[in-house]
T-cell receptor, first 116, second 113 residues
Framework: DAGVIQSPRHEVTEMGQEVTLRCKPISGHNSLFWYRQTMMRGLELLIYFNNNVPIDDSGMPEDRFSAKMPNASFSTLKIQPSEPRDSAVYFC??????????????FGDGTRLSIL | GDSVTQMEGPVTLSEEAFLTINCTYTATGYPSLFWYVQYPGEGLQLLLKATKADDKGSNKGFEATYRKETTSFHLEKGSVQVSDSAVYFCALSDNTGGFKTIFGAGTRLFVKA
């Protein structure tokens, strides 16, 4: 079975540039999560969607960050303009949630983002 | 709000040693509890889970028991291997209709040959 697919795996760009990270969740999963992981701050939840609708974006650090989920099989996380402090590993995860939160999340392998 | 506290690492053990990584939680209601493992360069993956009090989750020789009276979910393995070197995350998920999972800070394990 295909897992969560993220692209690109690595991204190096200069500050001020727009960055777009992409995620394809597992087919049939109805919840999607975007996380950021750094040594200093650990794993942070940025935003999550349920049935393609954003439920909680309180973890999005600034207006420079935006996320969309136009359909059940695709999501993007965009940073514009990017800054060096945005350098991190960004993970996408999906799960199949109905009425109870007892289903695990399935993570992609992440996008390692470096802003110079 | 809900929270997860796990022991700070790194934890360094010799091969075949006994492993315990402590995890306690704070939650309203009756959450589901999880252990995830992250190998270098990869995303987190589910190791085991327990959905109600006194349940024991187990996988690949790892075990954890959902203890409601002590609000704990400690991870144990009787004999670790070098290949178990990774970061381990304890997590909880609200069972009242929410979708978020709350993760602990992670505990890095090094196993020496």
């Amino acid at each position: 079975d295909a897992g969560v697919i993220q692209s690109p795996r690595h991204e190096v760009t200069e500050m001020g540039q727009e960055v777009t990270l992409r995620c394809k969740p597992i087919s049939g999963h109805n919840s999607l999560f975007w996380y950021r992981q750094t040594m200093m701050r650990g794993l942070e939840l940025l935003i999550y969607f349920n049935n393609n609708v954003p439920i909680d974006d309180s973890g999005m650090p600034e207006d420079r960050f935006s996320a969309k989920m136009p359909n059940a099989s695709f999501s993007t996380l965009k940073i514009q303009p990017s800054e060096p402090r945005d350098s991190a590993v960004y993970f996408c995860a999906s799960s199949s949630q109905v009425s109870k939160g007892n289903q695990p999340q399935h993570f992609g392998d992440g996008t390692r983002l470096s802003i110079l | 709000g809900d929270s997860v506290t796990q022991m700070e690492g790194p934890v360094t053990l010799s091969e075949e040693a006994f492993l315990t990584i402590n995890c306690t939680y704070t939650a309203t209601g009756y959450p589901s509890l999880f252990w995830y493992v992250q190998y270098p360069g990869e995303g987190l993956q589910l190791l085991l889970k327990a959905t109600k009090a006194d349940d024991k989750g187990s996988n690949k020789g790892f075990e954890a028991t959902y203890r409601k009276e002590t609000t704990s979910f400690h991870l144990e393995k009787g004999s670790v291997q070098v290949s178990d070197s990774a970061v381990y995350f304890c997590a909880l998920s609200d069972n009242t209709g929410g979708f978020k999972t709350i993760f602990g800070a992670g505990t890095r394990l090094f196993v020496k040959a």
